[in-house]
Structures are given as structure tokens and as C-alpha cells.
């Protein structure tokens, strides 16, 4: 990489069920590790691409609200990270319409990479993602 981004965002998606009840998560950091922001959520009966895609478009949001103009964007999902690059097709009309959602919000950037990376490097946002639904359940379950 010859640019070296001010900050780094994790994105995740998780879906018990796919579909199933599904939830985002997402950690922004300073180049020195610094976590500048976590942020997660339940958005309902989905499956997990359209929850990857609602991690990267919240974190996008959150990013430009901030003034944040160039990111590293590191994900675990292949799908999404190679239908952004443009080297897979998008079927799915409901993942089109979000990957241009995306698109729209990424082209207001100075600067972005999106990464695929292991699981193992993409841990914390996957936690994030799995307590909000955790949370979720626990709600449920004390009605």
C-alpha cells in the first residue's frame, strides 16, 4: 500500500438463520490502534450479505458525519468486499441496491481500500455484531 489511511474500520454481519435475525458491527481505529468508535445494531429478519452491507453503509455514515475522508475497509466477507472491487456480479437485487448505497457514499472519500481479511483479523466487529443479537435474544426472552 504506498498511502497509509488516518483510519481503519472493521465491518461484520451476522445472521442466525440466513435468513434469520441479523445484526451489524463495526470498529473505526487511528493508524495506532486506537479505537475512535464502536458501533452495532440489530436490523431484523435478513440474511448475512444485506447485514455485511448495513455494517459497511452505517460505518461509511458514521465516518462522513465525522469529517473522516480516507479509509482502509477491512472485511471478512469475500462477497462483498470482491463485488465492490467489481470482480464478482451482483444477482441479488437487494444487494444491488445497498452496494450502490455504498458506492455513493465511498465515491465521497478522498481516499479507501477495501480489504478482505481472515476472520481472525476481524474479530472485534464480529463480536459487536454477535452481542447485539445476543442482546437482542436476552430482551426477547425476559418478556
Same mark, same amino acid.
Given at each position: 500500500?504506498?498511502?497509509?489511511?488516518?483510519?481503519?474500520?472493521?465491518?461484520?454481519?451476522?445472521?442466525?438463520?440466513?435468513?434469520?435475525?441479523?445484526?451489524?458491527?463495526?470498529?473505526?481505529?487511528?493508524?495506532s490502534?486506537?479505537?475512535?468508535?464502536?458501533g452495532?445494531?440489530t436490523?431484523?429478519?435478513?440474511?448475512?450479505?444485506?447485514?455485511?452491507?448495513?455494517?459497511?453503509?452505517?460505518?461509511?455514515?458514521?465516518?462522513?458525519?465525522?469529517?473522516?475522508?480516507?479509509?482502509?475497509i477491512?472485511?471478512?466477507?469475500? /462477497?462483498?468486499?470482491?463485488?465492490? $472491487?467489481?470482480?464478482?456480479?451482483?444477482?441479488?437485487?437487494?444487494?444491488?441496491? =445497498? *452496494?450502490? @448505497? &455504498?458506492?455513493?457514499l465511498?465515491?465521497? /472519500?478522498?481516499?479507501?481500500?477495501? $480489504?478482505?481479511?481472515?476472520?481472525?483479523?476481524?474479530k472485534?466487529?464480529?463480536? =459487536? *455484531?454477535? @452481542? &447485539?443479537?445476543?442482546?437482542?435474544?436476552?430482551?426477547?426472552?425476559?418478556?
Open positions: 500500500m504506498l498511502f497509509e489511511p488516518d483510519f481503519i474500520v472493521n465491518i461484520d454481519g451476522a445472521s442466525r438463520g440466513n435468513p434469520g435475525e441479523a445484526s451489524y458491527g463495526f470498529v473505526i481505529q487511528d493508524r490502534g486506537k479505537i475512535l468508535h464502536k452495532s445494531e436490523i431484523g429478519k435478513t440474511t448475512n450479505n444485506v447485514a455485511e452491507y448495513t455494517a459497511l453503509i452505517r460505518a461509511l455514515e458514521f465516518a462522513l458525519k465525522r469529517n473522516i475522508r480516507n479509509l482502509e477491512r472485511s471478512d466477507s469475500l /462477497l462483498l468486499v470482491n463485488q465492490l $472491487r467489481g470482480e464478482f456480479k451482483i444477482k441479488s437485487a437487494s444487494l444491488a441496491e =445497498l *452496494a450502490e @448505497q &455504498a458506492r455513493k465511498l465515491a465521497r /472519500l478522498q481516499w479507501f481500500e477495501i $480489504r478482505h481479511v481472515p476472520r481472525e483479523e476481524n472485534l466487529a464480529d463480536r =459487536l *455484531a454477535n @452481542q &447485539a443479537l445476543n442482546k437482542k435474544k436476552k430482551v426477547m426472552s425476559d418478556k
